[in-house]
């Protein structure tokens, strides 16, 4: 670790000094490098966390996206000037590099994220040093490679192994000036505040219970199967899985949506990889016994379990036997109350909700304290628009499940989500490592210059 975190603070003076259009170029190769590499990066994924091939390639494709948004960063760190600041004097402001920063990982995108953090950093002319998590260490490596082969100097893109202990020392080396954190909220909490407390700059974004509506004017097929999907995919572990669906509208309708979502999800099948399945293993064995635990609780809380996939035969299912497998599971008659409700999940679990109305809906969701993304379904777009002020989410699908912004957008949601002013990726996330440096420059003295204030 020490050798990463001095090998970053000697390389980031000269790369810091590098033309910045230099630096886009080398960005422009990383991506192509990324690009021809990216069946073997979705093969780091589907054997680490176990994804669909799918979904393992989805990893790859989304952080390329980012990729090939910092080659185009110049536009994004140009200064700016203001003249007439006052009398005889003007203004300038420029972004400057901050110097080493550490990107802390989680297991679940083990490409994306990364290339979340560290192309961006890297472009506005920091040292990078990514601290990936211990069950997926392989493709920040490989990503790390790529880069050096693109022309990012030694040093500039460090990759330190290691778990919480590791992570905690890294953000205590004094070189490391800015910390960016995904993964649960109780450790990025941890990571904020260990940052923050020695006066170094810091974003993470945290858990996440994201909300899908079905208004009364919905298609009942479309909803469910768009519902579904957004819930299992990748396990239901991502902080976009849309982990509960709200349901507006009287009795029957409630059952007609349940009875759609249980169809669908009790059709999915097991597999990881290219094997044809749907749903792949959970990263541990920890993980699924949580996700177990929150089940049987919700039970005996007073929810309904309307399709239990918490055992599994991976001989009859056709599954490897050392994966940590759960089957889609629907709990119906949920409340806000319910443990299963106030935490994150992080499986293959859908929450069903009553609502009696739209606002209710709505009401529901602002209240809830992590909203990372929610959707709509509805026919009305009028009905959408009121959804989406009233929800209070930064993040809205109209009919789509999952409404990830494209990179140039940049990605954040709301509530205790993110921690920090800067969002991930965008002109917002392009922010995050620069200092704005400001001067102002008057007349020779006796001219007008060198005044003015108050």
């Known amino acids: 670790m020490e050798a990463a975190v001095d090998g970053a603070a ?15 170029r080398v960005m422009a190769r990383w991506a192509a490098a990324v690009s021809a590499a990216a069946p ?38 140009a200064g700016t000037a203001l003249h007439g600041v006052a009398r005889g004097v003007d203004m300038r402001q420029r972004p400057l590099p901050l110097g080493v920063v550490l990107g802390v990982t989680p297991f679940n995108f083990p490409v994306m994220i990364p290339l979340w953090m560290a192309p961006l950093a890297l472009v506005a002319g920091n040292a990078v040093i990514l601290k990936p998590p211990p069950a997926t260490p392989s493709a920040a490596v490989r990503l790390a490679a790529l880069a050096t082969e693109a022309g990012v100097p030694p040093g500039a893109l460090a990759v330190v192994q290691g778990g919480a202990a590791t992570a905690s020392a890294l953000i205590a080396a004094p070189p490391v000036q800015a910390v960016s954190f995904v993964g649960s909220t109780g450790a990025g909490r941890a990571v904020y505040a260990a940052a923050t407390a020695r006066g170094v700059r810091a974003q993470a974004n945290l858990g996440a219970k994201n909300h899908g509506v079905v208004l009364p004017d919905a298609d009942v097929a479309a909803a469910a199967s768009a519902l579904v999907g957004a819930a299992f995919g990748a396990s239901g572990q991502r902080c976009m899985a849309l982990s509960v669906a709200v349901v507006v509208g009287d009795a029957d309708r409630h059952a007609a949506v349940l009875d759609a979502l249980v169809v669908r999800a009790r059709a999915l099948r097991l597999g990881a990889g290219d094997s044809g399945g749907d749903v792949g293993p959970l990263i541990s064995a920890a993980s699924r016994e949580r996700v177990r635990g929150l089940v049987a609780g919700a039970a005996a809380e007073g929810a309904t379990v309307a399709l239990n996939g918490t055992a599994v035969d991976a001989a009859a299912e056709g599954v490897h036997p050392g994966g940590f497998w759960l089957r889609p599971s629907v709990v119906a008659d949920v409340t806000p109350a319910m443990t299963i409700y106030k935490e994150e999940v992080f499986g293959p679990v859908l929450l069903v909700v009553a609502a009696p109305s739209a606002d209710a809906a709505a009401a529901l969701v602002r209240a809830n304290p992590y909203g990372n993304g929610t959707a709509v379904f509805t026919a009305s777009p009028a009905a959408a628009r009121r959804y989406a002020a009233a929800s209070g989410v930064g993040q809205v699908g109209v009919n789509v499940p999952i ?13 205790g989500l993110r921690w920090g002013i800067f969002s991930f990726t965008g002109a917002r996330g392009s922010s995050f490592t620069p200092a704005r440096r400001r001067s102002l420059s008057g007349g020779p003295m006796g001219r007008g210059g060198g005044g003015g204030g108050g």
């Open 10 to 24: 000697a390389a980031y003076p000269p790369w810091a000094d590098t033309p910045l259009p230099h630096r886009a």
């Open 40 to 77: 073997d990066l979705a093969a780091d994924v589907v054997r680490e966390v176990g994804k669909t091939a799918a979904d393992a390639a989805g990893d790859v494709a989304r952080g390329l996206e980012v990729l090939e948004f910092a080659a185009a960063a110049p536009s994004l760190l």
């Open 403 to 415: 409404p990830v912004p494209a990179p140039g957008l940049g990605f954040t949601g709301g509530g």
